[in-house]
C-alpha cells in the first residue's frame, strides 16, 4: 500500500514517497489511537465522496451499456480464481478491527457488530464502482489500462475529474496503510507476550498507551522494504501471506468449544478449504516466494521450540 501511494502522488519517485508516507503514519500511531482514528474517519470520508462522484458521472454519462458488464469468453475459471486470490487482500481490512480489542471500548460488543457492517459496507461499495465502471469502459478495456477509474470518468465524458480521482485514491492508499500499519504493530505486540517475538517489543507507552516499540520497528520494517520492493511482487506476495494466515484462522476456529462461539464445523472447513485454492491459484512467483518465507518462519519457530525444550 505504500508504494501504492507513491504510484499515485509521484510515480517517477514512487519509492521516496512510500517511505515517507510510512514515517509519516508511524508518527500518527505513536501519537495514540485516537489520532489514527480521527484520522481515517477523514480519510473514509474523502474515498467516499470520490467513489460516489465516479459513480455518479459513470451512470449518468450516457456512455453506460449493460452488455459491457458480460466478461465475456476469454475469462477462465483458473483466471478468475486468480483475480480473486490478488484482490482477497483488499476485503481484509475488517481483521484490523479485531486486532485493536485492547483500545476499542465494549469490545465483545464493538468488534461483532463492527466486523460485518465494515465487509457489508465495503461489499456495496465495491459491486457500484465495479457495475459502473465496467458499464462505461468494458471489460477488455478496463484491463489494459493503469488507472481505471480515471479512465472511466474521462470515457464518460467527465475528464476533470480525473484529477480528483487520482487524489482520492492515493488518499485510499493511505488510509489502508494507516490501518494496516496500526494492526500489524498490534499483532506484533501480542507475539512479543507470548515469546514468539523479542519480549521488548510488548512495551507499552506510559502516555500514550500504545506499543511504541513495535509501532517504530514494523515501520521501519515496512519503509525497508517500500524503499526496495515492486509493487507487482508486493501485492502477489501479500495476498498469498494473507490467504496463508486466514486458512490458519479458519483451520484454527474448529478447535473452539461451543462455549467460545464455536461456528457451524462447515464454516472452517470451507473456509480452510477456499483460502487454499485461492493462494496457490496465485501466480507462481507468489507462491514460491510465500511459501519460501512460511517454510523459513516454520523452520525458525521449530529451532526456537527446540532450543527452549533443552533448557
Known amino acids: 500500500m505504500a508504494l501504492t501511494v507513491g504510484s499515485y502522488v509521484w510515480p517517477g519517485q514512487a519509492h521516496a514517497v512510500a517511505v515517507a508516507a510510512v514515517a509519516a503514519l508511524t508518527a500518527v500511531n505513536y501519537v495514540g489511537v485516537q489520532k489514527s482514528a480521527w484520522l481515517t474517519r477523514g480519510i473514509v470520508a474523502v474515498v467516499l465522496a470520490v467513489l460516489a462522484a465516479v459513480v455518479t458521472a459513470c451512470l449518468t454519462g450516457g456512455t453506460v451499456r449493460a452488455a459491457r458488464l458480460d466478461i465475456g469468453t476469454d475469462a477462465t475459471f483458473g483466471g478468475v480464481l486468480q483475480a480473486a486470490g490478488l484482490l482477497f487482500f483488499a476485503f481484509a481490512g475488517y481483521a484490523r478491527i479485531a486486532t485493536l480489542g485492547e483500545e476499542v471500548r465494549a469490545p465483545k460488543r464493538t468488534i461483532p457488530r463492527a466486523i460485518p457492517l465494515a465487509l457489508g459496507i465495503t461489499l456495496t461499495v465495491y459491486a457500484a464502482v465495479a457495475v459502473a465502471v465496467l458499464a462505461v469502459l468494458a471489460p477488455v478495456r478496463l484491463s489494459h489500462t493503469a488507472a481505471p477509474l480515471a479512465e472511466a470518468v474521462r470515457a464518460a ?28 504493530s498490534r499483532t506484533t505486540l501480542a507475539m512479543a507476550r507470548d515469546r514468539h517475538l523479542p519480549h521488548a517489543l510488548a512495551a507499552v507507552h506510559p502516555r500514550f498507551q500504545v506499543p511504541h516499540r513495535a509501532e517504530l520497528t514494523v515501520g521501519a520494517v515496512v519503509a525497508v522494504l517500500a524503499a526496495t520492493a515492486d509493487v507487482r511482487g508486493a501485492i502477489g506476495f501479500s ?3 494473507v490467504l496463508a494466515y486466514y486458512a490458519i484462522a479458519n483451520a484454527s476456529a474448529w478447535t473452539l468449544t461451543p462455549t467460545e462461539g464455536r461456528p457451524a464445523r462447515i464454516v472452517p472447513i470451507v473456509g480452510t478449504a477456499g483460502c487454499l485454492v485461492l493462494a496457490f491459484a496465485l501466480p507462481a512467483a507468489s507462491v514460491l516466494t510465500g511459501a519460501a518465507v512460511i517454510a523459513a518462519g516454520g523452520a525458525a519457530y521449530g529451532l526456537r521450540k527446540a532450543l527452549d525444550s533443552r533448557t
Open 239 to 241: 495476498s498469498f501471506g
Open 157 to 184: 465524458g467527465v475528464p476533470g475529474l480525473a484529477p480528483v480521482v487520482r487524489v482520492g485514491a492515493a488518499v485510499a492508499a493511505t488510509g489502508s496503510l494507516l490501518a494496516l500499519i496500526l494492526g500489524v
